[in-house]
């Protein structure tokens, strides 16, 4: 009897343990990303030091802390060709990131809304980041319509 409870609770601690090492963030994306290109909800990041100023950056940390330079503008922009440069002014913010599943992360910035939503890792290398944002069923179908369009891969 004694033997089946101490293999029980052996099983149930394994259990616990291995769920614990699935939420782990992968250590490649614990670092600071600077934006290299956006179309169409898809944004691809490159790995820097530090954020440059005039463009936007993503810093995961291991506490489930996100700083994020953004774009401090009121208002957003829907492709790379509305984005006028020397309007543009960003500022730090502070947020929270959660993984979700190995593949997909949920950001939320409580004072700046431009990044919230829900992500899927598409790539995450080294040096390189893309994000993809998922909606709903029916905005997806429309947006992949517009990328095969453009011509735009994940």
Sequence with gaps: MKKSICTCLLSLFSLGAMKSQSKAPNPL???TWN???ADTYIYTYEKQDAFEKKRQGLRFQKNDKITGNLNSAPYKFDTEEDINPKKLKFDLYIGNWKKVSDTTI?????????????FIITRLTENE???KKLFSAEIEKKLDSIRRTKNIGD
């Design 106 to 118: 949920n950001i939320l910035f409580p004072s700046n809304s431009s990044m919230n939503g829900t």
């Design 129 to 131: 980041l893309k994000l």
């Design 29 to 31: 994306l614990l670092q």
């Design 35 to 37: 934006l290299k290109s």
